[in-house]
């Protein structure tokens, strides 16, 4: 398996340059980066500033790991707005189009939400409402995926949506495209259940893999600490992606909390990751 952070562990404000230099030199294998509404790489991204990207990584001798965004927070496939929802499927196409030019496989894709705690204000949808509008945008975006080369994957957030892995299971192959798999993040996963769980039963499903560490004691936001820090059981996540012949990368996702020398995260999440693969040398 290869090593990833993902951009949201820098600082606010950190450029893409700055991202890949720091995480080259704390020894990730890849980066994953993020489509934005506005800023390096958005919505009105152009072909030159995505081969600038692309440079920056070669000359690097980075890779790219995945190609993540936030907007789906903002535009909802599940919401109750028309315009929200076709605001939505466009993100995505063009998240598609963007990973396709930067040789990425799969992308990261939040298929809305019944309710968000997290996000004051946001809409709540009926959850049968948000099933069947959820299913009807990612089948009229597999085409779009198969025709790109870039797979879809589901992640599993904290929306009140797809709770199991049952659930995503069936999500998953009611398209029945391998253009659509899962973006399983191990410590999301923590909150309703046992990631080895979701991953043994997800399977071949799993495109790509998100680290976190979560204490539940400390229960919303606040449980997520450095990885080994929490409850994840890492050998027994470890042992079930061996399992099921995962061999992709696995993306450490941190949030950049440190009050001090906010950098330090990349480079403890690289060692604590090197133990959780078995690359420590002692």
């Not at 340059?17 to 993020?34: H, N, T, V």
């Not at 499927?89 to 990261?108: N, S």
């Not at 204490?215 to 929490?230: N, S, T, W």
């Not at 012949?245 to 909390?257: D, F, K, L, Q």
Request: glycine share 10%; proline share 3%; hydrophobic share 40%.
């Amino acid at each position: 398996m290869k090593k990833g952070i993902n951009i949201w562990s820098f600082r606010e404000g950190t450029t893409i340059a700055d991202s890949i230099r720091l995480a080259k030199k704390a020894g990730f294998d890849g980066i994953e980066l993020s489509l934005n509404e506005t800023g390096e790489l958005s919505l009105a991204s152009s072909d030159q500033e995505v081969r600038r990207i692309k440079e920056m990584l070669a000359e690097a001798e980075l890779e790219i790991a995945g190609l993540a965004t936030g907007l789906y927070w903002s535009y909802p496939m599940t919401s109750g707005n028309e315009a929200t929802r076709a605001k939505a499927i466009d993100v995505c196409k063009k998240q598609l189009e963007l990973a396709a030019a930067l040789g990425v496989d799969t992308i990261l894709v939040i298929p809305g939400a019944v309710g968000v705690d997290f996000i004051p204000g946001s809409e709540t949808v009926d959850y049968e409402y948000a099933y069947d509008r959820a299913l009807e945008a990612i089948g009229k975006l597999v085409p779009h995926a198969e025709s790109a080369g870039v797979s879809i994957g589901i992640e599993n957030v904290w929306n009140k949506f797809l709770l199991s892995p049952l659930e995503l299971r069936t999500f998953i192959d009611a398209h029945g495209s391998n253009y659509v798999g899962s973006y399983f993040d191990v410590g999301n996963a923590l909150q309703n259940g046992y990631p080895e769980h979701w991953i043994r039963i997800l399977g071949s499903r799993i495109k790509k893999v998100h680290f976190k560490d979560y204490r539940r004691a400390a229960g919303g936001l606040h449980g997520f600490v450095d990885l080994l820090a929490g409850d994840v059981n890492y050998p027994a996540v470890m042992g079930a992606l061996e399992a099921v012949g995962y061999n992709n990368y696995v993306t450490a996702e941190m949030i950049p909390t440190y009050t001090h020398h906010s950098e330090q995260i990349i480079f403890n999440s690289s060692l604590a990751m090197d133990a959780i693969l078995g690359r420590r040398q002692t």
